[in-house]
């Protein structure tokens, strides 16, 4: 018979010997989402007997994380800014480094929200929804618009947003960028795909082969979103407005001249928790 700890442990250890680089967490999460338990019950019950049923439905998820398919494919959702969000093959999986966005553009938004009573997110490129969400959990006046040009990743969006009971504050569109949009917004949000064609050759197998390429694709030199998202923002953001985006580490300069040169002036930069440039924010 085996022990939920026998399994957690046997797990990390292959998780180790694979050299994956949190074996100790992968083999948790993994553990819970197949045995439906949770990290108290290993710790209250360290000796819990794994049904065969279990066992079995572990060890098909061991196989997959030992193939490079990231731990959260295999779970099926990620949490981001404390919001549990679905994930799909049309999705993105939702970074913590996305996370500085949020956190830069949020004072702002409070700043709208506390002077008009209400504040109008516009996220652009929204996949799972995570920038939009984390903005309407953060912030009860707010209303977004979430933009894609995947329609699956909207639907994602949407099961995100009911999930997390924010769908009466959330809609979705289906558009090229601003292409299908009307109206001005207070905050324009976005985290567009950034990655430079030479560069997605390169990047670790994990991110490319489980990540939709329209997310992950930046064009030649990695900016061609924020050309299109910076020539198209002005009519639609309020002139008292912000436009945030998130950025890859070595595109500050360039995409602060992209912003500067379609008339927009800088008003806040953020870095992620690993010290990299990741978000800048803009006024008109
Ligand atoms: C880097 S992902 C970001 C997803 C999500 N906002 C996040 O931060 O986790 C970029 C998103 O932009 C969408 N996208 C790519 N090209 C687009 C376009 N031309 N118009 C609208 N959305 C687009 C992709 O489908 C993808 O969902």
Redesign the pocket.
Known sequence: MTTLTDLHQSTRRRFAAANLETPDLDARLLLEHCTGTTRLDLIREPGRIATPAQAAELEKAVARRLAGEPVHRILGWRE?YGLRLALSP??????PD?EA?VDLVLPHARATAARKGTCSIL??????????LAMLSALPQARALG????EG?LATARVNAAANRLADRFETVL???F?RISGRFDVIL?????ITDGELAGLARDVTRF??P???SGGADGLD?YR?IASGAAPHLDPDGLIGV?IGSRQKEDVAAIFREAGFRPAGEAKDLGGRDRALLFTL
Do not use: C, H, K, Q
């Open positions: 981001f049309d999705t993105l999986e939702p970074r996305t966005l996220d652009l490129g929204t996949g799972t929804g995570a920038i939009a933009v894609d040009i995947s990743a558009s090229d960028w292409e976005s985290n567009p795909p950034y990540d939709p329209r997310a992950l979103a299109t998130e």
